[in-house]
């Protein structure tokens, strides 16, 4: 879809979704010449790995989580009951951490035995600080988050590349925080079944 439709789609739900006081002085940031959220990739050679990556997958995670918060068992039996809001802050600003992260370059590639040079994203950490929680740390800049909402995005990835030792706080972060196990889920079902990695 064109990067412009998807723009002015995640504008419309933040600006609908997310009202809390701080959140316009985020967009503006997001929107301005010194973030790049909206042409960034969301990684380098896999999902989303071209400009405007971040911003379909953010929007992609959003879609899911809405799905998985409507079903009646989640909302019934585990008692899921976030708001639109909360819901919207932990899709949409999941990866914030993303941004102005990677550096655009080249690298070579064989195609039908002959080396062609291709564009190639490469990382660029200006704020090593983590995953999750440097996308809580840049958001907390600007609002404040829900315990919830902190939890959800700073564990977002769940399992994927934890330590022994921090295992058991991501166990024990699903079990505390839901929104977190629903948005690691969300996060998982975008990445591997809507995106998919390069070809």
Partial sequence: MDKEILKEKFIEIYKSKITREGSEKLLDYLTS?????????ASTRYHGSYPGGLLEHSLNVYECLCDYMSRPRVREKYGMNYSEESIAIAALLHDVCKTNFYKLGTRNVKEDGVWKTVPSYSIEDKLPYGHGEKSVYIISGYMRLTRDEAFAIRYHMGFAGASPEERGNV???FEMFPLAFALSTADM???YFIEGKEE
């Fill in 171 to 173: 166990g024990n972060a």
């Fill in 189 to 191: 079902e975008a990445t």
């Fill in 33 to 41: 010449p010194a973030c790049d959220f909206f042409d960034a990739p």
